[in-house]
C-alpha cells in the first residue's frame, strides 16, 4: 500500500508556497599563484587552530545539516515551485515506496571493499526515510517507524567492521544522522541505543585507530575525508550529551585535527590528487562535515576557509569535457560521469559557484539525482556563469592540464593531459598520458581502474596489472619497462590559448637514467569550436650511455581502425578521426605500425571492443615521434 506523503496540514505548507531565490554575492577568488608549495600546504595546517565549542549554547535536535524550520521550508519553497525540484522530490518519494517493502540490511560478510556497499545503502534509507519525517513536519509515521526499523537493526550489529575503517566512517554518519533528524519521535530507550552505538561501534575503534596511527588518522587521502568526515558528523550529534559529551569532545578534538591535514590537498586551486572519483568521495564528507559543523557550533571551525576548497567545484568543472564524461587518471572508472557525485549544488550555495548549480541542474534532466540533491538544491546559476569559466586551466601542482573549444558546443575539441607523479593513493603509471575528444567522440581512452579484488591490487602487485602500468595508458614504453614508482612528471610550459597553444610535460625522471637522459613531450593545439580541430603531440628522447632497446609509442581507443601507411583511420559513431605519424618516424629502421585488440584474463575487467595503437622503433635511431590528430 502507498504510503500518504502527508497526513497532516504544517505551518511548512502555509509558508512554503511563497518560493524565495536569494541573490548571490560577488564571487571571492583567492589570488595564490599555482605554484603552492608543499611547504606552504604543511604550513596551513600547522596553523589549523580549534577549540571546542560551548556547548551549553548548542541548538537542541535535530541541529546536523538542516536544523531549524527556515531550512526546511527553503526546500519546500523549491519543491513546491520549481519543476526540476519537484522531480527531485518525486524522486525520493519514489525511492521511500520502494525502501518500504525491503526488510532493513542485514551485515554481510566483508569483501575487498569490506562492507561499503550495505553500509551506503543503510544511509541511502535513513537519509530518505528521515528527511520526509522532518519534511511533513514529523506527522507522518510511516518514515519514522521504517527509519528506526534501519536504525535498530545496524545499531545491533557486532561491529561495522573496524577492518575497513570507511565502513564505520560511513555508518557513524548514518546513525547520526537518523539519530538527530528522527530525535523528536525516538524515546529515551531507543536514543539511548544508537547513543551507545556510536560511542562503542564509532569513537572507540576510532580511538584505537589513532593511537595505532592508522594512515586514515593523518594521511591526505579520501579515506582521511570519509573516515573524520564520519566521525565529526557523529560527535556532533553527542557533544552535549549527558552520558557521552567528554568521549564525543575527544573524537571531536582528533578527527578535525586529522581532516585539517587533508583539507590542505585542495591547495591552491581545488584540484584533489586521487582523480575526479575521488574528488567527489572526499569532497561528499567534506561537506557533510563541514555543513553539520555550521549548523550545530554556527562555524566551519576553519576547515572550509582552506586554501583551494573556495574552488574546488571548479576542478570537478574543468575534468568534465562537453559530452559529460570525466577526463579520469589514477584509479577512476572509464566512462565516469559528473553524475555520480551530489556535492555541487552545496559548493554552489556556499562558496559563491553558481556555474556548477548550473552543470548540475543540466545532469538532472537525463538522470534521478539523489536525496543530498533536494537538501541542498539551489536555483542559481545559467549558462553565462559557466562560460566565465577559463577554456584552458593548468593545475600545474597536481601536474594537469586542459583545454577545450567551448563551453556549450557538444562537438568542441577536448584534450586532458597527465603529468604528476606516480607515488600517490591511487595513482597510476600515467606519466604523459592524455585523452582526447573530437566532434562529440572521445578518440583517445583511459582505461580506468582495475578490480580491487586482483590479488595485491594495493600492493607488491599493483603495478604488475595493464590498466596501471604505462604500456596501458597513452604515454611511451621504452622496453616494456614501467615508470618509476616513485617518479613524477612537471608540467614546464603552457602558453596560448584553447585556440592555438602549447603544452610540455617533462617525462625524464619516469624512465630508466641510464636508458634515457632526458624525455620530454609537448603537445600543441588548435582548436576550432567544433570545426576544423588539431593536435600535434611530439616526444623528444635523449638517450643515455645503455640506451633502450625499443620505444613504443601507444593510444587506447574504442573507434573502429583501419591502418593505411602512416596512419590510423578512426571511425565512432559517424564521426572520423585521422592520427598520422610524420615521415621521419618511417625512417626509422624497423619501425612497425600496429592496432591490436587488448584482451585482458579475467579477474581482470574487460576491455572488449578497446584497440591499442601502437608504433615501435628501435630506440638509438628514433629520437623524435611527432604525431597530427586531426577531424
Known amino acids: 500500500m502507498q504510503a500518504p506523503r502527508l497526513i497532516c496540514i504544517t505551518w511548512l505548507m502555509v509558508i512554503a508556497h511563497n518560493l524565495v531565490v536569494t541573490g548571490l554575492e560577488e564571487r571571492e577568488h583567492h589570488n595564490e599563484p599555482n605554484t603552492w608549495t608543499t611547504h606552504e600546504a604543511w604550513k596551513e595546517r600547522e596553523q589549523f587552530k580549534f577549540d571546542m565549542p560551548d556547548t551549553s549554547t548548542m541548538p537542541e535536535h ?45 551485515r554481510p560478510a566483508p569483501g575487498p571493499s569490506g562492507i561499503l556497499t550495505t553500509v551506503r545503502t543503510v544511509l541511502d534509507r535513513v537519509y530518505t526515510m528521515a528527511l520526509l519525517f522532518r519534511l511533513t513536519n514529523n506527522c507522518n509515521s510511516t518514515w519514522y517507524y521504517r527509519g528506526w526499523a534501519e536504525l535498530e537493526t545496524v545499531a545491533k550489529w557486532s561491529d561495522w567492521n573496524p577492518s575497513h575503517f570507511l565502513d564505520v566512517g560511513e555508518m557513524t554518519h548514518a546513525v547520526a544522522i537518523g539519530y538527530d533528524w528522527l530525535y523528536k519521535g525516538l524515546n529515551g530507550t531507543q536514543r539511548q541505543l544508537l547513543e551507545d552505538a556510536i560511542v ?37 550529534a553527542l557533544l552535549d550529551n549527558e552520558r557521552h559529551g567528554s568521549v564525543a569532545k575527544e573524537m571531536m578534538n582528533m578527527s578535525i585535527h586529522a581532516m585539517a591535514n587533508s583539507m590542505a590537498s585542495y591547495a591552491p586551486l581545488g584540484a584533489w590528487p586521487e582523480g575526479p572519483g575521488y574528488w567527489g568521495y572526499a569532497t561528499s564528507y567534506t561537506r557533510y562535515a563541514i555543513s553539520s559543523l555550521v549548523t550545530a557550533t554556527g562555524s566551519d571551525q576553519g576547515l572550509g576557509e582552506f586554501v583551494g576548497f573556495a574552488e574546488t567545484a571548479d576542478f570537478s568543472i574543468q575534468m568534465q569535457s562537453t559530452s559529460l564524461i570525466y577526463f579520469n587518471w589514477a584509479d577512476d572508472r572509464v566512462g565516469h560521469s559528473p553524475s555520480d557525485t551530489d556535492v555541487e549544488f552545496y559548493l554552489a550555495t556556499h562558496y559563491k559557484r553558481p556555474e556548477a548549480a548550473y552543470l548540475q541542474r543540466e545532469k538532472l534532466k537525463v538522470i534521478n539525482g539523489s536525496v543530498n540533491d533536494v537538501i541542498d538544491y539551489t536555483p542559481i546559476g545559467s549558462a553565462a556563469d559557466l562560460e566565465k569559466l577559463p577554456l584552458l586551466m593548468a593545475y600545474l601542482q ?59 591490487y594495493f600492493g607488491p602487485k599493483r603495478f604488475t596489472y595493464y590498466r596501471l602500468r604505462n604500456v596501458g595508458h597513452n604515454t611511451l614504453t621504452f622496453d ?22 602549447r603544452a610540455v610535460v617533462d617525462l625524464t625522471q619516469a624512465y630508466s637514467p641510464s636508458k634515457l637522459k632526458k624525455v620530454t613531450r609537448s603537445f600543441e593545439w588548435a ?20 640506451s633502450a632497446g625499443q620505444v613504443t609509442w601507444s593510444m587506447h581507443t574504442k573507434a573502429d581502425v583501419k591502418v593505411s601507411g602512416n596512419k590510423f583511420a578512426l571511425t565512432q559513431h559517424d564521426r572520423a578521426m585521422t592520427v598520422g605519424f610524420d615521415d621521419e618516424v618511417s625512417r626509422c629502421p624497423g619501425f612497425k605500425l600496429a592496432a591490436d585488440p587488448v584482451h585482458l584474463e579475467p579477474p581482470q575487467y574487460s576491455t572488449t571492443g578497446v584497440t591499442r595503437l601502437t608504433i615501435i622503433a628501435p630506440a638509438k635511431t628514433c629520437s623524435r615521434i611527432t604525431v597530427n590528430f586531426s577531424v
Not at 536544523?67 to 519514489?94: C, M, P, Q, W
Not at 580511538?207 to 586514515?216: G, L, R, S
Request: net charge negative; with cysteine.
Open 62 to 106: 535535530p541541529r546536523l545539516r538542516v536544523r531549524d524550520e527556515k531550512e526546511l521550508v527553503s526546500i519546500l519553497n523549491y519543491t513546491g515551485n520549481l519543476k526540476d525540484a519537484a522531480h527531485l522530490l518525486d524522486v525520493v518519494y519514489a525511492r521511500a515506496e520502494k525502501i518500504l517493502t525491503e526488510p532493513p540490511m542485514a
Open 200 to 236: 562503542e561501534k564509532g569513537f572507540k575503534p576510532a580511538m584505537e585507530a589513532f593511537k595505532k596511527h592508522e594512515f586514515w588518522t593523518y594521511y591526505d587521502s579520501n579515506w582521511n575525508n570519509v573516515c573524520n568526515g564520519g566521525l565529526i558528523v557523529g560527535s556532533l
Open 398 to 456: 597536481r601536474g594537469l592540464v586542459v583545454v577545450r573549444g567551448s563551453w556549450e558546443n557538444p562537438e568542441a575539441a577536448f584534450l586532458g593531459l597527465k603529468g604528476g607523479n606516480v607515488s600517490y593513493h591511487h595513482s597510476h603509471m600515467d606519466l604523459g598520458s592524455f585523452v582526447l575528444e573530437m566532434k562529440g567522440e572521445r578518440f583517445a581512452i583511459d582505461l580506468g581502474s582495475d578490480s580491487y579484488a586482483l590479488p595485491e
Open 480 to 501: 616494456d619497462d614501467n615508470q618509476g614508482t616513485k617518479s613524477a612528471a612537471d608540467i614546464t610550459e603552457v602558453q596560448g590559448t584553447e585556440k592555438q597553444g
Open 527 to 546: 582548436f576550432n569550436n567544433g570545426g576544423t580541430d588539431h593536435l600535434q603531440i611530439t616526444d623528444d628522447m635523449e638517450y643515455g650511455d645503455s
